[in-house]
């Protein structure tokens, strides 16, 4: 029984080293597995997040410079075409210009208004020539109805010659620029006129 004994208590130390082995290596090794698999896993949301704030910031950015790109460059070709408009313009208008200086010089030396007239009146076909190339047109005046659209009424007229709202005479001619109005032409416009007393004094016929 000594014996027996004795083999069981040098059995029993040996099983509780191994069971605290046991233990103790599970708490405390870390197998490479396990260290691939932390260091593999996926961004959190909130890291998602800010990863998704910084590529719209960037692209946002990108968006912005271009757009100032954009709006310099219209405004540069914006100035360009309104510089080579005025430029066409008045290359249309420099030869009207030349014809007036000429007219002038020759009125010194003029004997005969009738020649002076003459000149004048050719530079105003010349600058209805460039008018009309350019695209301007006068509007309508003597004779016709008042169109408050194109017309300012300046003062009224009477008179028995045209009927009531009537443009009488022109004071400074309107133009139309294509289809839109430049300047309204300023105008006198006919109305009926008035009854004398005398007229109103007069008996009825019979009495």
Avoid: W
């Amino acid at each position: 029984m000594d014996g027996e004994m004795n083999d069981n208590a040098g059995d029993k130390p040996e099983n509780g080293q191994n069971g605290q082995g046991d233990e103790g290596s599970e708490e405390e090794v870390i197998f490479p597995e396990d260290e691939a698999t932390e260091a593999g896993e996926e961004p959190t949301e909130l890291e998602k997040a800010h990863a998704e704030r910084d590529r719209m910031r960037e692209q946002l950015l990108r968006i912005a410079a271009d757009f100032d790109n954009f709006r310099k460059r219209s405004r540069k070709e914006i100035e360009e075409v309104r510089r080579r408009a005025t430029e066409d313009t008045l290359r249309e208008v420099l030869p009207i210009v030349d014809n007036l200086e000429r007219a002038a010089n020759a009125m010194g030396d003029a004997t005969e208004v009738a020649a002076v007239a003459d000149g004048v009146h050719m530079v105003l076909r010349g600058f209805e020539d460039v008018a009309s190339r350019l695209g301007l047109k006068r509007v309508p005046g003597v004779g016709n109805q008042f169109d408050p659209t194109c017309h300012d009424a300046m003062q009224q007229e009477e008179t028995d010659e045209y009927p009531p709202g009537t443009i009488v005479s022109e004071i400074v001619p309107g133009y139309y620029l294509g289809e839109r109005l430049l300047r309204p032409a300023m105008v006198v416009v006919a109305k009926p006129p008035t009854q004398t007393d005398d007229q109103g004094d007069e008996p009825p016929k019979g009495a």
